[in-house]
């Protein structure tokens, strides 16, 4: 039986209700960026209604995420200040910023290692591959072997591996992990 002292109670629930506002802020951010990504550009009240939340909790979620650099605003066209057919000022639209992040994927295959680079939006950048001389390695060779490849590749690219934000490996076979083997 956990015993909290006189006083601390208000504390300890004070610290469980901010927990709780900051994980429903960042479910409400992640489920904005989805829907700017799925959607290509789209306005903030057309993101009010695809999420349920209210427009300013749409337009302070989504000014978090221009400041961030994640996402743009799109000028709106001459097309689609008529298609609105509303007076006024017309909508304007947010897009993921592709050039935000640099992701890699990794797959190692039982000869080739191959690398993609994709931008924020998910486009690919750039494709490289490079041959897996031995098809038997041990962990600390083939991590290294993984590392010059993808160097290789973000050299390619033309910016250094510390550019990347993020990266994931893939292995293709089937893990034994007793043994530490990937057959």
Not at 109 to 112: D, G
């Given at each position: 039986m956990l015993i909290i002292p006189a006083g601390e109670e208000t504390a300890v629930a004070q610290q469980d209700r901010h927990r709780s506002l900051c994980d429903q802020r960042e479910m409400s951010r992640q489920t904005v960026l989805s829907v700017i990504r799925a959607a290509g550009h789209i306005a903030r009240i057309d993101i009010a209604k695809a999420t349920g939340l209210s427009p300013a909790t749409v337009t302070a979620i989504t000014s978090d995420l221009i400041r961030a650099g994640l996402v743009e605003e799109v000028a709106p066209s001459a097309e689609t200040a008529t298609v609105s057919g509303s007076r006024g000022r017309p909508r304007v639209s947010l897009q993921v910023r592709g050039v935000a992040h640099v992701v890699a994927g990794i797959k190692v295959?039982?000869?080739?290692i191959s690398v993609v680079l994709v931008d924020f939006v998910g486009a690919t950048l750039l494709e490289h591959v490079a041959p897996l001389p031995e098809p038997k390695m041990s962990p600390e060779a083939l991590v290294e072997r993984i590392v010059a490849t993808l160097s290789g590749a973000a050299a390619r690219f033309g910016k250094p591996v510390e550019h990347l934000s993020g990266l994931g490996v893939?292995?293709?076979?089937?893990?034994?992990?007793p043994d530490g083997l990937v057959h």
């Open positions: 295959s039982a000869s080739t893939g292995l293709s076979g089937v893990v034994h992990v």
